[in-house]
């Protein structure tokens, strides 16, 4: 069979059933084999970029997922780079596959001819240009063996057209994946990590985005309430512990970060991470106020994360299902022989700070606030709703104030952060889940940066809610320029002359969504915002494509952060909840 046929047999029996892509001259013999092979459903994406996300949505959306982006030349590779960050900064194993021109012409700048595997190499954990048809299994063996083994990333294969054509002697019946490597804790390295918990009066778990890469999530919460230690998910963790558990402490941060949570953290003596990479967004840039007064104990399946941002107090090399795993079997057994300490007062300390310690949702004004959005969207979506953002100050004031039940269902571009994500993430993750209601959430530049991607949900009918909110205003970086005393080149307003009606607000995502096959609704007051919700869950469901919901919103409003990245030092710009329908969704009833 042709080289290209072989990839195909092996992408199904690792276990893949849907590619994400943009065929080109250089990559049409692999779109040959797909076509003849078959076993492996393609969405077409309208941009390289977007298939890339599409496929990270895809694979954050289950255990065991790799998505799969497929692009020609050229361009194709270099649009790819992007998700390859996006992915390796998040731990995504996602596989890109990109045509090449004949061998022959590496080196003579043949038409869009470049070195991609040279561009990619450090943001993935292989890429490499296959010279040798021969080598073709070998290597996408080793790219599923890459990465599914260690800490979790993308891997780029480029395939020169030639080489793609090329036969070779493949048996698929054959074919098994290499097995997978993973570090484990040993029994002793546990022991003494719970030895530090012990010994702490008011201990917290970090809990991150490594416990839902290891679908280890339920682990972590048998091991919190038999040890009863409250819990802080990090932003890639968030739904490890449901949010209305009584565990759960709030996330912190300098930006995404609970009130509650941070007055947690700082009362806090021992800090237990597990699957987190103290990510300057959670620990904000003074480390040392994060890390006064507490020690720390830091599991990671990846050995050179332990000491990158701090020296812990006690480092564990282990994935984090296989670390949890003891932990459980530990604590057990010292509860049983009644060796834990009583944390019933710590408990009721944080739960106390939950119930007062909150932040105001409830607003009438018009143009609408945002925080009045968040609150609408908790009524209106429930514990089964997969979130999906990306960036800026939409995403931030959602982490604020949204609610996540379960794991996997906050589905977000960490470190990375790129604008534009959101729309082909989310395509992904509903193409992935498509019985799950997913709920996107984007400020307008990001909606903007890719939103052609919306066709692809119209033409292969994936529907989902989008919710647009509105400022005409690059807000987050509008906020960073106050410290400069600036404000400058963050202005996205203009008077449409199509449409009078939106007053400065410039571009009609109304019109653009509607005329990329979609439906969408624009809501100015806050109080038909609930409604509009719902009816947008009916259109997705009836017209099977993406729904935007747009909320128009005034123009400035500064959500609450640290001005000086310090998680002791947040910012509260708007006025507090001081009573309770101050935030009537909040988790816990506000006491005034």
Known sequence: ???????????????????????????????????????????????????????????????????????????????????????????????????QAPSHLLAKEDFQAVDIASIAKPVAKMAVTVLEAAQVPGVFQQAFHLMRSGRPGPVLIDLPIDVQMAEIEFDPETYEPLPVYKPAATRAQIEKAIKFLVESERPLIIAGGGIINADASDLLVEFAEITNTPVVPTLMGWGTIPDDHELNAGMVGQQTGHRYGNATFLESDFVLGIGNRWANRHTGYKLDVYREGRKFVHVDIEPTQLGKIFPPDYGITSDAKAALELFVEVARELKEAGELPDRSEWVASHLERKATLQRRTHFDNIPMKPQRVYEEMNKAFGPETRYVTTIGLSQIAGAQMLHVYKPRHWINCGQAGPLGWTIPAALGVAKADPETPVVALSGDYDFQFMIEELAVGAQHRIPYVHVLVNNAYLGLIRQAQIGLDINFQVNLEFENQNSPELGVYGVDHVKVAEGLGCKAIRVTDPNELGDALEQAKKLAQEHRVPVVVEAILERITNIAMSKTADISDVTEFEEVATEAWHAPTAIKTLKS
Not at 1 to 26: C, D, Q, S, W, Y
Not at 47 to 71: C, D, L, S
């Open 1 to 99: 069979m042709t080289a290209a046929a072989a990839a195909v047999e092996i992408l199904k029996r690792e276990g893949v059933t849907n590619a994400f892509g943009v065929p080109g001259a250089a990559i049409n013999p692999f779109y040959k084999a797909l076509k003849q092979v078959g076993g492996v459903d393609h969405t077409l994406a309208r941009h390289v970029e977007g298939a890339t996300h599409m496929a990270e949505g895809y694979t954050r959306t289950n255990p065991g997922n790799i998505g799969v982006a497929i692009g020609t030349s050229g361009p194709a590779g270099t649009d790819m780079i992007t998700g390859l960050y996006s992915a390796i900064g998040d731990s995504i194993p996602i596989l890109c596959i990109t045509g």
